[in-house]
């Protein structure tokens, strides 16, 4: 028999986020971390492209972002220690976002509330839009949103750093697999390891990314969160062009450079929800590359190096991040899934807002109320209007 004050399910940059933010200062006692996979072969994060952007149409969205940056920004100072240096290369080149399925009403209107919530954003006519970077081609494009401060970061090494900066704050990570857990008095009292020890606690977060549907039924609780396979490239493009920023298009085409190259892909949204492994034999050569040679052309000769899929935690009811007590019985259980895509970047936010929950009892950063449970429970979405 282990025990713990706080017990997080999920190792991941979610989970070892919060794990950091509830141990840095010190008053939340004994913290431990179950995480099944500590090779995290198969979790999203190293596996993600690293965005950190701020455009959004909600404004919890755009807050947690713009918390995101000014973390990364000074990640590696923050995390680093004389025995352990972390890099995640941090890189301020901004994120592009182009208006080519006649949508361009909702970008501009979005645009507006973006300025008016403090992001440096541009909006671009064709003509900014070619000064700016050349090698898009843009007969097509009504409209475009740049904004420069905006970057990428190397997601593996954030949660690598997040991981190690918590066990040096004597965060407990256990390399177990739930099996089962126990409820009495509408409240969890320990969860049973496979092949290892009872895990007892007071609080228990929950925060499993894609897998986080299955494991939520091990508490007698319905959350609609669901793997969603994307198929990712690294592709090498020899012809001069401009340094670009993070380019995503209403057609769903988003890529950004990495390295000598590039990294991205288009979401196959016929695809159904659930665990797929298998790369697609033909769609990158049928539908990637023609998209990426038609709004870059110099991009009709590219190599492809690498494919690789991913699986994000796809929230269902509205593809936003369910974060916060959970609303019905367990009374002791926290929720932090569901971002969609979006977990890398709001993995800092993410991990301040519970460790709010959990010392101060409410939200004193960011207001993140409607990101709760309690939508879920009476099935009332809180979408993003635009690209997700």
């Known amino acids: 028999m282990m025990y713990y004050d706080i017990v997080i399910i999920g190792g991941g940059i979610i989970g070892s986020s919060i794990a950091y933010h509830l141990a840095r200062d010190g008053r939340a006692g004994t913290i431990a971390v179950l995480e099944r996979d500590n090779t995290y072969s198969k979790a999203a994060t190293p596996r993600g492209s690293g965005g950190i952007r701020q455009l959004f149409s909600l404004p919890e969205n755009i807050e947690m972002a713009r918390y995101g940056l000014d973390f990364y920004k000074n990640f590696d100072r923050t995390m680093s220690s004389d025995d352990n240096q972390i890099s995640v290369s941090f890189r301020r080149q901004g994120y592009l976002f182009v208006s080519d399925a006649g949508n361009e009403k909702v970008m501009e209107h979005n645009f507006h509330n973006q300025q008016k919530l403090g992001v440096k954003a541009e909006l671009l006519d064709k003509t900014q839009l070619n000064r700016l970077f050349p090698s898009i081609y843009n007969n097509d494009i009504k409209l475009a949103v740049y904004s420069p401060d905006d970057a990428w970061i190397d997601a593996y090494s954030a949660l690598s750093g997040f991981k190690s900066k918590a066990q040096e704050l004597r965060v407990t990570y256990i390399s177990k697999e739930i099996k089962s857990a126990n409820i009495q008095n509408k409240k969890i009292t320990s969860l049973t390891c496979s092949d290892g020890p009872t895990v007892k606690g007071k609080e228990f977060i929950l925060a499993t990314g894609a897998w986080s549907g299955e494991v939520a039924k091990y508490f007698d609780i319905n959350i609609p969160v669901e793997p969603m396979s994307r198929e990712t490239y690294f592709f090498r493009c020899d012809k001069e062009i401009e340094p670009l920023p ?12 990495e390295g000598k190259g590039y990294t991205g892909g288009m979401p196959d949204w016929s695809v159904k929800g659930g665990w797929n492994w298998a790369l697609s034999p033909t769609r990158f050569e049928d539908t990637v590359w023609p ?39 367990p009374h002791n259980l926290l929720i932090a899934t569901g971002f969609s895509g979006h977990g890398i970047m709001h993995a800092p936010a993410t991990g301040l807002a519970i460790s709010e929950l959990v ?21 009332k979405p809180y979408l993003e209007l635009g690209i997700i």
């Open 246 to 257: 993070f380019i995503k298009t209403e057609t769903d085409l988003a890529f950004r450079p």
């Open 291 to 329: 998209s990426l040679a038609h709004r870059i052309p110099a991009m009709e000769t590219i190599k492809l190096v690498r494919p690789w899929r991913r699986h994000y935690a796809r929230n269902t009811l509205d593809y936003n991040a369910i974060i916060g007590p959970w609303a019905a019985d």
């Open 359 to 379: 010392l101060e009892g409410r939200y004193k950063t960011i207001d993140l109320t409607r990101f709760g449970t309690e939508r879920i429970v009476l099935e």
